[in-house]
Nanobody
Framework: EVQLQASGGGLVQAGRSLRLSCAAS????????IGWFRQAPGKEREGVSC????????YYADSVKGRFTISSDGAKNTVYLQMDSLKPEDTAVYYC????????????????WGQGTLVTVSS
């Protein structure tokens, strides 16, 4: 059974940092692209970042480029999202997801989803 466990959310002030973790189990880690998505209240889900660990490909939404960094640790089957210079508009529930067939920020390509972790950025 594939499981994705997102963690690391919390309440921070604008300008500070948080690191989210997505621990994957039940899959061959390097076979999957792992993506981060977020959904703010009243807004549509947005693709934030993605990594294909096998080929070291990474993707970022324009809204987070230069502030967020995605990385992976194959030994721990974990993907991290380092979020720096956080803004109030980054407030959302963040989800991680796994895709076997493709990579990128399109939610439709993802096969498995974890539960969300809430990030709240105060001004």
């Amino acid at each position: 059974e594939v499981q994705l466990q997102a963690s690391g959310g919390g309440l921070v002030q604008a300008g500070r940092s948080l690191r989210l973790s997505c621990a994957a189990s039940g899959l061959t880690f390097d076979d999957y692209a792992i993506g981060w998505f977020r959904q703010a209240p009243g807004k549509e889900r947005e693709g934030v970042s993605c990594i294909n660990s096998r080929y070291s490909n990474t993707y970022y939404a324009d809204s987070v480029k230069g502030r967020f960094t995605i990385s992976s640790d194959g030994a721990k089957n974990t993907v991290y999202l380092q979020m720096d210079s956080l803004k109030p508009e980054d407030t959302a529930v963040y989800y991680c997801a796994a895709s076997l067939s493709s990579e990128g920020l399109d939610a439709d390509i993802y096969d498995y989803w974890g539960q969300g972790t809430l990030v709240t950025v105060s001004s």
